[in-house]
């Protein structure tokens, strides 16, 4: 089963625009949710995070969103950049003090294209 | 290094063939992680090391796979019997401390293809 679903495969934008990239997710125990982005050849890095007591997190040109009732978060970027042009993955990991050990489930990835 | 690093960067190998892989987390990290990610999907748990124990292993697709971080720093992940469906990037990452609300940092990967 899919914990953690990004149900958009690719989205492209135009450069100064805004990217929207979407998350859904089902399990109630996760209560920390992390935005990765993905070069080809690299491994993932962290872009922004956001813990369930909060339902919003900016960071420079990056926010997410958390709707816990909805189950759904969502990252923006504006304004877009080429050099956002990447896979970006969502990511949730369950309740401190659970025997999940932060471990990360991950969604399946959305390819970002930002064109000049 | 600053980052995590993991060798090789490629693997190719034959069916039936024993491999490894190995994971030089950031210093003073004590949780090291191993993911797996195939073509068009994210990463997938593996396991998870505490220092030098491993916490949670309920990740690992059979007994064919095996890791072990002996000193508490540098992981070996161990693949016996390779088969085509093990063909993935093996990613390694590696946190101050486990537990939720920790930022883990990747390495770039060990792309493992069985022939």
């Known amino acids: 089963d899919q914990q953690v679903k990004q149900n958009s495969p690719s989205l492209s934008v135009q450069e100064g625009r805004i990217s929207i990239l979407n998350c859904d997710y089902t399990?109630?125990?996760?209560?920390?949710f992390l935005w990765y982005k993905k070069y080809p050849a690299e491994g993932p890095t962290f872009l922004i995070s956001?813990?369930?007591?909060?339902d919003k997190n900016e960071d420079g040109r990056f926010t997410v969103f958390l709707n816990k009732s909805a189950k759904h978060l969502s990252l923006h970027i504006v304004p877009s950049q080429p050099g956002d042009s990447a896979v970006y993955f969502c990511a949730a990991s369950e309740v401190a003090g659970g025997t999940s050990y932060g471990k990360l489930t991950f969604g399946q990835g959305t390819i970002l294209t930002v064109h000049p | 290094g600053a980052g995590v690093s993991q060798t090789p960067s490629n693997k190719v190998t034959e069916k039936g063939k024993y491999v490894e892989l190995r994971c030089d987390p950031i210093?003073?990290?004590?949780?090291l992680y191993w993911y797996r990610q195939s073509l068009g999907q994210g990463p997938e748990f593996l396991i998870y090391f505490q220092g030098t124990g491993a916490a949670d292993d309920s990740g690992l697709p059979n007994d064919r796979f095996f890791a072990v971080r002996p000193e508490g720093s540098v992981s070996t992940l161990k693949i016996q019997r390779t088969e085509r469906g093990d063909s993935a990037v093996y990613l390694c990452?590696?946190?101050?401390?486990?537990?939720?609300?920790?930022?883990?940092?990747f390495g770039a990967g060990t792309r493992l293809s069985v022939l």
């Open positions: 990452a590696s946190s101050l401390w486990g537990g939720s609300k920790n930022i883990q940092y």
């Open positions: 399990n109630s125990m996760f209560d920390y």
């Open positions: 956001i813990s369930s007591i909060k």
């Open positions: 210093s003073g990290h004590t949780a």
